[in-house]
C-alpha cells in the first residue's frame, strides 16, 4: 500500500487527517464485486471518488473489468493501475477539445480508451486526434435517461451521433452511454424511474439495431442505482463510484448505513471559546461546502462521537459546531471523527490518506489523481 | 516567477485553467499598500488566498511587515518567502495540539513566530513546546468582536489569556487579536459596526494598561473591512487575504468590482446535448460549492463573456450552465472566463496558477502552500 507509517498511530496523526477504515473499503469493494457477479453485469468502478491507483488496485483485483475515470489526466494515472493486463478504461466524459483530444488519443496506443460523448464535435475532435495518431478510440453516445447534465434526449439523436461516429475514421462505435443520476428515492421506490430509464434504453437499442449499429456495450450507473442495476436488463456495465467509500448522500438517501462509510476525517477541537461552541481544524478546504443532498439543512457532516452535534458553519479552516444539544462537551485538543456529506470532492482535497488497519496499523496511501482537472 | 511556459497562449492552455492577470494582481498588491501607509498601520496579508511564495515575495517587497497564515504548514512553506530578511509570521489560528505545536515551536528558531490563541489549553501547549525546544513564540489574545467564530466573549477573559501568557514560560505576550468577519455591509453603513468593534478594542486595551500588559500590536482585518481600517484607530496591523485577487463575494458585497477581480477560471464548453443550457469543464472539484455570500442564489460564478447565463448546478466536473437569457449562444469547444464566488478555496484546488502578462506571456506560478492542512 506504499510509504512508511512514520511512527504514527491514530492518536498521533496531524489533523485534519483523512482515514479509510481498510476493513471496510475491501467490504464495499467484495460487496459491488459479488453484486455485479451474480446479476451478470460488468463492474467498471468511477475512480473519481478515490483517485488512488492503491485503490483501483484491488477494485481490478476483485473483477472489474476496467475502470471509469472523468478527466482525461485521470486516464493518464489510471493507465498505470492495470499492472500486466492491458489498460481498458472509459473517459466518462465529452472531451472535445484539441488540449484534451490529443493526450487521450496518445493514451491509446498503451491499451483501450473509450470516451463517452453527446455532440457532433465530440466525434470530429476525437476523430481528428485518433486519425494523427494513428490509434484508435471507441465511443459510447450518450443519452439523457433524465437526469438533465449531458447526453441527447431522443433516440433519434443518439443515432445520428451514432451513425457519425461509425462512419468517423479514428473511431469506433461501441454503444451506449446513460446516467441516471437523478433516480435518488430510496430504493423501495426505484421501480417506476428505473423503468422508464429502460424503456428508453430499449427504444435506443431497437433503434441501432435496425440500422446495424454497435451496441456491444451499454454502459450506466451511479451509486444510489448500483444494486438496482439488475432492474435494467438493458445494461451491459455499471460504473459505480462513491460506494467504495460511502458518506452522508448514501446514508441519509438510505442507500447505505454508517457502517458502510469507509472514509472519515479525523479533526481536533482547537476552540471552545464562544458559547455553546466548538471549533474543529476542518473547515471548506477540508471538508468542502458541499451539502447533503437528501437533507441540506443537516449541517458540513456527522460527528461520530457527538452525534447530536451540529456543524453549521465551515469557513475555509474553521468548522463552527454548535454543541447545545450534546449530553457531553468535547474538549480542546480532543480528536473526533467527521462523516462527510460527500466524499468524492473531499478526497480531492488531500494529498494523502490513511489506511487503517484492523489492527491498528497505518500506512501512508497517495491520492494519485488528486487535482487533475484537465 | 518560476517555471517554463511550454509555448501556450492564453488561447492553448488546458482547462479549466486558474489565470492571474498579472496587472490586476500588482495593482491590488499596490492599492493595499498604499492605504495602509497612508493610515499608519502595518499591512500583514493573509496568504491563505495566494498560498504562493511568488505573490508573497511581491506583497513582501511592497512594504508588508510580514505574512499571515491560518495552519502550521503553511508557516513552514512562507518561512521560505522572506530571502535575505527574517520570517515574520502570525498563525491566526488557534494552535492546540502536539501535531502543531512542536513544529510551531521549532519554527520559530529561524525567525519571529505568533500565535492567535483563545483558551488556557492553548497557551499551556504552545508554552510546553517552546520550553522543550528553547524557543520563544509571540502570543496574540483573540478577543471576539462579533463574528462568533473564535475568541473570548469579554475583556475579563481576554485578560486573564493574557496575564496567563505573561507568566508562561517560552510565551512573550504581544497583545491582541480580533477579526471582523461579520462586518459585511457596504462601506457607507459600517460606521455603526466599526465603531462598536473600535469599542471593544479600546476597553481591552484600557484593560491591558491597568494590568500592564503588553498589547504592543493589536490586529485586525479581513478583506471587506480592510479598507476601512483608519477608523478602528486602536489598531496596529491588518491581515487582508482576499484582496490581493478579490471575488464575486467582494464584488456583489460592494467592496470592489469585476475590474478588480485578477484571478480567473478559463473553462471550455464541452456539452451543448441538452436544451436551454452548456455545460462547463469545472466543476465543484474547480469552482468549489460556495455560495456567494452577499447573494446566495446568483449561481456558481459569473461568465465575463455571457453574463446573461447562470452557472446554477455543480456536480464534480461540470458546471450547468442555463443559457435561456442569453444573447448569443456559447459553442462548444468555445472558451469562456469564469469569475468565481470565493477565490480562496478556488486557488487551493489547483496544482498552479498560470500568471498572465498584459503582453500575453504566460508563466506557470505554483500553489506553493496548497492542500497544507494541518
Redesign the interface.
Known amino acids: 500500500m506504499a510509504a512508511s507509517p512514520r511512527g504514527h498511530t491514530i492518536n ?6 483523512l482515514v479509510l477504515d481498510a476493513e471496510k473499503v475491501r467490504r464495499n469493494i467484495e460487496r459491488m464485486a459479488a453484486y455485479t457477479k451474480a446479476c451478470g453485469i460488468a463492474n467498471r468502478p468511477h475512480t ?1 471518488t478515490h483517485k488512488s491507483l492503491a485503490i483501483a488496485g484491488l477494485q481490478l483485483a476483485a473483477g472489474a473489468k476496467g475502470l471509469t475515470v ?2 482525461v489526466g485521470e486516464a493518464e494515472v489510471f493507465a498505470r493501475a492495470f499492472g500486466d493486463r492491458e489498460p481498458d478504461i472509459l473517459v466518462a ?8 483530444t490529443i493526450r487521450l488519443a496518445a493514451l491509446a496506443r498503451c491499451g483501450t480508451i473509450r470516451v463517452a460523448i ?2 457532433p ?2 466525434i470530429a ?1 476525437l476523430s481528428a486526434a485518433a486519425s494523427a495518431a494513428g490509434t484508435t478510440l471507441g465511443i459510447l453516445c ?1 443519452l ?1 435517461v433524465g437526469s ?6 431522443t433516440t433519434d ?1 443518439l443515432v445520428a451521433l451514432a451513425a457519425a461516429t461509425a462512419r468517423s475514421p479514428g473511431l469506433r462505435l461501441d454503444g451506449i452511454f446513460y446516467y441516471p ?1 437523478h433516480v435518488t428515492v430510496l430504493p423501495a421506490n426505484q421501480g417506476e424511474p428505473l423503468a422508464a430509464v429502460a424503456a428508453m434504453l430499449q427504444e435506443a437499442i431497437d433503434a441501432f439495431d435496425a440500422q446495424g449499429l454497435c451496441r456491444e456495450i451499454v454502459s450506466g450507473g451511479s451509486t444510489p442505482t448500483a444494486f438496482q442495476s439488475h432492474h435494467i436488463r438493458e445494461g451491459t456495465e455499471i460504473r459505480p463510484g462513491t460506494c467504495v467509500y460511502n458518506d452522508l448522500n448514501i446514508v441519509r438517501g438510505g442507500f447505505g448505513s454508517l457502517d458502510d462509510c469507509a472514509a472519515q476525517v479525523i479533526c ?8 455553546n ?1 466548538v ?1 474543529l ?2 473547515g ?3 471538508l ?4 447533503c443532498g437528501p437533507a441540506p439543512e443537516s449541517g458540513h457532516g456527522l460527528i461520530v462521537e457527538y452525534p447530536d452535534a451540529f456543524i453549521g458553519k465551515l ?4 468548522a ?1 459546531v454548535d454543541i447545545r444539544r450534546c449530553l457531553a462537551r468535547p ?3 480532543e480528536r473526533v471523527t467527521v462523516i462527510p456529506n460527500h466524499i ?2 473531499v478526497v ?4 494523502t490518506a490513511w489506511w487503517w488497519e484492523a489492527d491498528g496499523s497505518l500506512q501512508v496511501l497517495p491520492i494519485d489523481a488528486r ?1 487533475r ?2
Open positions: 498521533t496523526i496531524p489533523t485534519p487527517a473519481k472523468a478527466k466524459y465529452p472531451t472535445v477539445d484539441p488540449a484534451r453527446d455532440t464535435e465530440a475532435a450518450d439523457d438533465g447534465r449531458t447526453g441527447v434526449p439523436r443520476g481536533t477541537v482547537v476552540s471552545d471559546a464562544v458559547a461552541q471549533i481544524d476542518g471548506s478546504k477540508t468542502t461546502s458541499d451539502r469557513t475555509e479552516e474553521h463552527q474538549r480542546v485538543g468524492c470532492p480531492n482535497l488531500h494529498d487535482g482537472l484537465s
